[in-house]
């Protein structure tokens, strides 16, 4: 339980700028009490206490403004970001690393029992006041722009936006590098990454890639140094986590004589 606690307070630091501390995330996150309350009341609906179950959630819809049936299956690290308004059906089904927020609505459209909320795939965003309804499937990695209604499937990587919902873009990118040269860089990530809103943001990415490019070329080139056994004094060139490297330093280190070619 406690692992899946740090995990959510995690998941919430790296998501939102506005998260200062553990205690801030743990006090102040009404999406994220409302999470806890759900696996308990989905816990016991699952044990067959549905009365039980039903009053939890009414309980958690009156002290966090979202209203989660207990039916509901939520993955991991989900993030409900300020909570309010945020309806989710009892057959809605969710997956990790899933972001909500506010005024969303995950509904239905007929009023027969069985299967008839949406499916949200891994890593989907669904932006305030959407409302995605039917039993549809929102494919990973997909974003809901705020206040859409979707009434369609989404597919995988793809932007849907307006009223009906109409697909405006599909990602096939792989973030992987980029990561990790944003985590070498000591980059917010999250603005650069992991929601990407706008143009800037973009030419960031681009920017990101561009100079892993130039790591690559650079690292081969110091290969080709060595195999030659030219010395380079590598050791104490700045590298790019290098905390102390100032402008100073590092033309200093140029400025250094370079030991002649055999
Ligand atoms: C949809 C969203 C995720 C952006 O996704 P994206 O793939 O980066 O898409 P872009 O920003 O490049 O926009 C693509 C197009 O959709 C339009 N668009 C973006 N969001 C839209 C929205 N919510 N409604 C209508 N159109 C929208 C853009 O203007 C752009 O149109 P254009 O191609 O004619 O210029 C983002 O706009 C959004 O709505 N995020 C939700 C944020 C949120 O709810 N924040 C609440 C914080 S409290």
Known sequence: MFERIREDVASIRAKDPAARNTLDVLTNYQGLHALWLHRLAHTIWLEGFKWVARSISTFSRWLTGVEIHPGATIGRRCFIDHGMGVVIGETAEIGDDVTIYQGVTLGSLILKRGKRHPTLGNGVIVGAGAKVLGSLTVGDNARVGSNAVVTEVVPESATVVGIPGRIV??????????????????????????????????????????????????????????????????????????????????????????????
């Open 169 to 262: 873009r599909k990602y096939v990118v792989d973030e992987a590098p980029r990561q990790t040269m944003a985590g070498t860089m000591n980059f917010d990530a999250h603005a650069v990454i992991s929601d990407r809103l706008d143009s800037t943001a973009q030419a960031t990415a681009s920017m990101l890639d561009h100079l892993q490019a130039m790591e690559r070329r650079i690292e081969s080139l110091c290969l080709i140094l060595r195999d030659k056994g030219i010395d380079f004094d590598e050791a104490n060139l700045p590298t790019s986590n290098d905390e102390n490297v100032d402008s100073a330093s590092a033309k200093q280190k140029c400025a250094e004589p370079v030991a002649e070619a055999p």
